[in-house]
């Protein structure tokens, strides 16, 4: 492309088109322009990578009330607005929005595989993911964002006992799906310190 840039901007110049002064501009700004190119594709790639994206949709689900996460008993997490819950303003109660797909506790996010993937699925509507659900749960573990896998059967799912039962989830950290704790309640910033200490 830059190439083709050079040859039209010398054909311009033999034609009197442009003046040299107008050519220089417009080589600059072509040269700008190719050395920011790496950037602004490295991040519209980043956006398509399927375990980013699903790690998003996950994100937007709960923010527009199409899923919420729950403590490890089954009822409402510390800070649960930012986990999908809202407030009854007549009860003084939260109530969760939309379908669970699982659990926090601390800094651990705890997914259920097969509600996680059917809900980010939803939400991507006619871009679905292009890969199964057990292809995901491996680029997930590619991309980093799985924080612990089974390694002794093999399985990026682990085993973890919640709400009195033993289950197979995804094991994620809570900061990857609501971002950075400095903006949540002092309360669930103290907790998260503390667990992970």
Known sequence: MQSAFELWLEFALETD????????ELEQRCERAFQDLPALQTRYHQGSYPAQRFVGLLKAALACGQAHVANRRGGVPQSPEIWGWRRNPTRQEWIPQGSRIRWVTGSDLFLEPAASYRIAQALAGTERLALSQQTLHHRLRESGLLVSVDSGRQMVQVRRTIER??????????????GDPRGWPMSTRLKIGASTR
Not at 165 to 178: C, F, I, N, P
Request: hydrophobic share 50%; no cysteine.
């Open 17 to 24: 088109a442009i003046g040299t002064a107008e050519r220089t």
């Open 165 to 178: 039962s033993a289950r197979q989830v995804l094991l994620l950290k809570a900061t990857d799906l609501v």
